[in-house]
């Protein structure tokens, strides 16, 4: 028998509250990035950003070292796999390599769960971490539009936040969902739906 690739991709299927997987659809019909690739992303970004890792530490049992940090673990923290979920809940599915994998592996480790349990906690934190929406739909843009449409959204979304109340911010995530939101163009691209936009439905004061 020949010996496992150590990249070798692994199925999960974390369970998510229906409006969480509902927006990762939503952003998936926006960017036309595969659920699959977009959960992956949440789950790399989780285990790669402090923020996201420490608030999930909190619920550790067990020590676990993740690069070059060790959370101490308390035994008598609930295990993650008992919790009880009100909500209701639907699965989707990732593919993670073998890498990350262990990852999680050790992450569950330290939860007292499933690896799928672990990857819908990182999913979820990370989808409400503002930073990662905020980047992940820049980076979408930049690579739909031209230079100069960027330009014009970045104008916009100046003008907007410069009109929020109480110093909130618009995100690139917020403006991104907003145009779908007052752009209907069947089967269409980003660059097609924020050229609509700029054109036909901002109408800058």
Same mark, same amino acid.
């Given at each position: 028998?020949? &010996?496992?690739?150590?990249?070798?991709?692994?199925?999960? *299927?974390?369970?998510?509250?229906?409006?969480? &997987?509902?927006?990762?659809?939503?952003?998936?019909? %926006?960017?036309? %990035?595969?659920?699959?690739?977009?959960?992956?992303?949440?789950?790399?970004?989780?285990?790669?950003?402090?923020?996201?890792?420490?608030? %999930? !530490?909190?619920? +550790? #049992?067990?020590?676990?070292?993740?690069?070059?940090?060790?959370?101490?673990?308390?035994?008598?923290?609930?295990?993650?796999?008992?919790? *009880? #979920?009100?909500?209701?809940?639907?699965?989707?599915?990732?593919?993670?390599?073998?890498?990350?994998?262990?990852?999680?592996? !050790?992450?569950?480790? !330290?939860?007292?769960?499933?690896?799928?349990?672990?990857?819908?906690?990182?999913?979820?934190?990370? +989808?409400?971490?503002?930073?990662?929406?905020?980047?992940?739909?820049?980076?979408?843009?930049?690579?739909? %539009?031209?230079?100069?449409?960027?330009?014009?959204? &970045? *104008?916009?979304?100046?003008?907007?936040?410069?009109?929020?109340?109480?110093?909130? *911010?618009?995100?690139?995530?917020?403006?991104?969902?907003?145009?779908?939101?007052?752009?209907?163009?069947? !089967?269409?691209?980003?660059?097609?739906?924020?050229?609509? +936009?700029?054109?036909?439905?901002?109408?800058?004061?």
């Amino acid at each position: 028998m020949g &010996k496992e690739r150590s990249d070798k991709r692994r199925d999960i *299927k974390p369970s998510l509250p229906l409006n969480l &997987k509902e927006a990762i659809y939503r952003l998936s019909f %926006i960017t036309k %990035i595969p659920v699959k690739d977009i959960a992956e992303d949440l789950v790399l970004y989780g285990i790669k950003t402090h923020d996201v890792i420490g608030k %999930i !530490a909190k619920k +550790f #049992r067990r020590d676990v070292r993740i690069d070059s940090t060790l959370y101490r673990g308390n035994l008598s923290n609930l295990p993650v796999s008992k919790e *009880k #979920r009100n909500e209701e809940l639907d699965r989707i599915t990732t593919r993670l390599t073998g890498s990350t994998f262990e990852i999680i592996s !050790a992450l569950s480790y !330290a939860l007292d769960c499933r690896p799928a349990r672990t990857c819908s906690l990182l999913i979820e934190e990370s +989808f409400h971490d503002v930073h990662f929406l905020h980047n992940y739909c820049e980076k979408h843009l930049n690579e739909s %539009i031209d230079k100069q449409r960027m330009l014009e959204l &970045k *104008k916009i979304l100046n003008y907007i936040n410069n009109e929020m109340p109480n110093n909130e *911010k618009f995100t690139w995530a917020g403006l991104l969902f907003y145009i779908y939101n007052e752009v209907s163009i069947p !089967a269409s691209t980003t660059k097609e739906v924020v050229n609509d +936009f700029i054109v036909n439905h901002w109408r800058n004061p």
